[in-house]
């Protein structure tokens, strides 16, 4: 049933924000000059895939985990971008083709080897990663790993339409900061 709600939904989403969408790119082209940003991920069954997003972060900044970047790496689009979660539209492409759900855990980098233990030991992996999920409205990012997989575990064991939905319009409606950037140089 929520495969069938995420595939509605993506689809519609990306009809309705293909305007918004247009508009962000050519933002982000003049940002940055690069506008979609796409990293390998660690999804279902462990399997990769490439996650895409609008890029929030100049494209010299090293592939790390969101909390080991550092917050001069941020621009000042991808600072607005982050903060009215404007960066993940793009996702809705991931969830459509199958890759995430709208609702789960976060995907991971497939060097989080602390959180991908942890996951692995509490069968997070069995299902599609989302982008919104208890961990997220609830703001526990990937820098707590233990307590981020036992999230999405309990998060699992519960999860039905009523929680899908209800952690839709959380993450809608502004519940949740993300992955935090560290502060200062680094």
């Not at 979609?36 to 100049?58: A, D, E, I, S, Y």
Request: charged share 20%; proline share 5%; net charge positive.
């Amino acid at each position: 049933m929520l495969r069938v709600l995420d595939i509605f939904f993506s689809a519609v989403g990306l009809i309705l924000v293909a305007p918004l969408f247009l508009a962000l790119t050519i933002a982000g082209l003049f940002d940055i000059g690069s506008p979609l940003f796409r990293q390998t991920r660690v999804g279902r069954n462990k399997k990769p895939f490439t996650l895409v997003k609008f890029r929030t972060m100049r494209p010299d900044t090293a592939h790390v985990a969101t909390h080991l970047a550092d917050a001069s790496a941020v621009t000042a689009f991808g600072k607005f971008l982050r903060r009215t979660k404007l960066d993940e539209l793009p996702q809705l492409w991931n969830v459509l083709k199958g890759e995430m759900s709208l609702v789960g855990p976060r995907p991971c980098l497939p060097s989080q080897n602390e959180l991908i233990e942890a996951r692995e030991r509490l069968d997070v992996f069995r299902v599609r990663p989302g982008i919104t999920g208890l961990a997220q409205v609830n703001d526990i990012d990937m820098s707590t790993p233990q307590l981020l997989a036992e999230t999405d575990a309990r998060m699992l064991a519960l999860l039905g339409v009523g929680d899908y939905f209800r952690y839709i319009l959380l993450t809608v409606f502004g519940k949740g900061s993300g992955d935090r950037v560290r502060s200062g140089q680094g």
